[in-house]
């Protein structure tokens, strides 16, 4: 098991205003000590190779990896030219993935928006011709698709269609590949849809690929029956807040038990530094201790 960071706190720093290149980041992330550094296809302002390249000669400066590329396919669309655009730049992707990363990296896919016109059964079928369609891309460069239990794409107005776990299991069951496709479980997104991120985990533990590993808590006389009630498919509970992975309301002990029970080997992500660098630190060095616990590698 190997840990990365993602800078969710610069993501529309680096994506939409460009005020911060992802050099700047790579370079900011040396006080993490990480392993890997996850990046964002928003990050790039080019996919020409040099570029590619210059991005990837910065990492390994490092000493890191880079083992996923988070990707926002929109499947899901009504129009089916901006779904086959979806899908060809989702394969332009994959080829970035294993420029960055190697074989055996991962390329998030997500579903695509919530759209009120697309019923299930259509979104489903979607979603699914889609992922089956770009499994012979993946294959060619040998890189992992990781399907993540999402919220919501900053650029989407919609939120993710498959965000409820019965829709997400619906969807991943669908798919037999488990070489060149797998999970991307984020025990925080479970929260914020109302799931128990311990029953996802329990329900997908064969099929995950890669991790995000943030935490939230509750703000002062908030309660969990108040967040259960709340419909997280309109946004983020206002009073569900951001924290040191570890020390919110996911049980990473149970969740470690689970992947030791399944023989996790792949990378686990921290997304997080909304309350600043300090606090990403602090989850990462979290992780490293629970690794050493539960995998008696090295903290």
Not at 176 to 194: C, E, K, L, M, W
Not at 232 to 258: E, M, P, Q
Not at 264 to 273: L, P
Request: glycine residues 8%; charged residues 25%.
């Amino acid at each position: 098991m190997k840990i990365a960071a993602f800078p969710k706190c610069y993501l529309e720093d680096i994506s939409q205003h460009r005020t911060m290149t992802v050099f700047d980041w790579i370079e900011q992330s040396r006080v993490l000590n990480a392993e890997g550094l996850e990046m964002y296809e928003g990050f790039f302002t080019s996919l020409d190779d040099a570029y590619i390249d210059s991005i990837g000669e910065a990492i390994a400066a490092t000493g890191c990896a880079m083992p996923m590329l988070c990707c926002s396919p929109d499947f899901t669309n009504p129009d089916a030219d901006a779904r086959k655009r979806a899908l060809d730049h989702e394969a332009e992707m994959i080829r970035v993935t294993r420029r960055l990363g190697g074989p055996r990296a991962a390329c998030r896919v997500l579903s695509g928006q919530r759209y009120p016109e697309v019923a299930r059964a259509q979104g489903v079928a979607w979603v699914v011709e889609s992922i089956q369609a770009l499994l012979p891309v993946a294959r060619e460069y040998d890189v992992v698709l990781a399907m993540e239990n999402h919220y919501k794409d900053g650029y989407w107005r919609w939120p993710e269609f498959a965000q409820k776990m019965d829709v997400f299991l619906e969807i991943v069951e669908a798919i037999d590949d488990r070489t060149h496709f797998g999970v991307q479980y984020d025990p925080s997104n479970a929260i914020v849809a109302g799931d128990d991120p311990i029953e996802l985990l329990e329900r997908v533990k064969e099929r995950v690929v890669t991790m995000h590993a943030s935490d939230r808590y509750l703000e002062p006389g908030a309660t969990l029956d108040e967040l259960r009630e709340t419909d997280g498919t309109i946004g983020y509970f206002s009073k569900l807040k951001h924290g040191v992975t570890g020390k919110g309301l996911n049980d990473y002990d149970r969740i470690f038990t689970i992947l030791k029970s399944a023989n996790y080997q792949g990378w686990i992500s921290i997304e997080d530094g909304m309350n600043g660098m300090g606090e990403m630190k602090a989850s990462i060095d979290f992780l490293k201790q629970m690794r050493a616990q539960y995998f008696d590698e090295r903290p």
